[in-house]
């Protein structure tokens, strides 16, 4: 599988599979078809072969009728005029905000405008926290600059000068955190092997510290058979690994499986390896938890049992 596979062309829009959309929302297949058949709350676009594909509109609303149930209403008391009378609501609030951010960004990446760049980003986080810059801005634009990839729209140089300059701000700031703020579980964190990029990696520190965890980040391109003994010495609560790429069938079906059965601890995959190689990821004894940090940490925090 790769990239291309879950990110499908349509005119005017991105289309994603119903396995991507779950691991980004959090909803499993199952309950999504059931909010389809039995609800009418998402509407997917369907492919000659039945296929669901589902549009980042979908996307957003299937993240709204979770927070609606997380509040304690009812699938059943949910309608979809509710779901527009919510996205109206939120627009009037902050009438298109995060796009603005988000253009403004791309347009400065374009322009190899560092200055800009710093303006923006300082912007936003003197509105809101890390964590909702990075889900609503940071994690989009990320995304937006791999399409213009893929598509042929924009150029590698664009992604590398986003990332090195991404790279250098938040480990600024993780750098300087405050350190007496974390006092729970303690996780590992580490890129896959092969993997290079860190950026993502960074993003859960970071969030996971203002969380409340203590972290021990390792970088990027770990040999899975030393994180063990690390994990052990520094008594490890879980080893969180992270990837934008596909593992390889060496990592997927020998390495993580053995760093499962020596680990003694929940192990966790995360990024876009996550999506790429779901069904590996789970045979071997791990997690597969998706791109969104903010569900992966919800779901971390579930499997830690930690509040």
Not at 141 to 152: A, C, F, K, M
Not at 216 to 244: F, T
Not at 269 to 289: F, K, P, Q
Request: net charge neutral; with cysteine; charged share 25%.
């Amino acid at each position: 599988m790769n990239a291309k596979a879950d990110v499908i062309d349509y005119p005017g829009e991105k289309l994603y599979t119903i396995g991507t959309v779950s691991k980004l929302t959090g909803v499993g297949a199952i309950t999504l078809r059931a909010w389809e058949r039995r609800h009418g709350l998402i509407q997917p676009v369907r492919k000659e072969s039945g296929h669901r594909l589902f549009t980042r509109q979908h996307i957003d609303q299937i993240n709204r009728i979770t927070a609606l149930t997380q509040q304690g209403v009812r699938i059943s008391q949910i309608r979809p005029e509710m779901l527009e009378a919510e996205s109206a609501h939120q627009a009037g609030d902050e009438p298109d905000i995060w796009s603005d951010y988000l253009n403004s960004m791309v347009a400065a990446v374009i322009d190899f405008d560092e200055d800009r760049l710093d303006e923006i980003y300082n912007e936003a986080l003197s509105l809101y926290s890390i964590g909702t810059v990075t889900r609503k801005l940071l994690t989009p634009l990320l995304i937006e600059l791999g399409l213009r990839w893929v598509s042929n729209t924009g150029s590698i140089a664009e992604e590398h000068f986003f990332a090195f300059y991404l790279r250098n701000k938040i480990g600024a700031r993780y750098h300087h955190r405050a350190r007496s703020n974390a006092n729970g579980p303690t996780l590992l964190l580490a890129g896959l092997p092969g993997e290079q990029h860190e950026i993502g990696l960074l993003l859960f520190a970071l969030t996971a510290h203002e969380s409340g965890y203590r972290v021990i980040p390792l970088g990027a391109n770990m040999p899975l058979h030393e994180l063990a003994y690390v994990a052990k010495k520094k008594q490890c609560s879980a080893i969180l690994l992270s990837g934008a790429m596909e593992p390889s069938e060496k990592v997927a079906s020998k390495d993580l499986p053995k760093l499962v059965n020596t680990a003694g601890i929940p192990v966790l995959v995360g990024g876009l390896s996550s999506v790429y190689a779901c069904d590996e990821i789970n045979r071997a004894g791990a997690e597969a938890l998706g791109r969104d940090v903010e569900h992966g940490l919800k779901r971390l925090a579930e499997v830690l049992s930690f509040k």
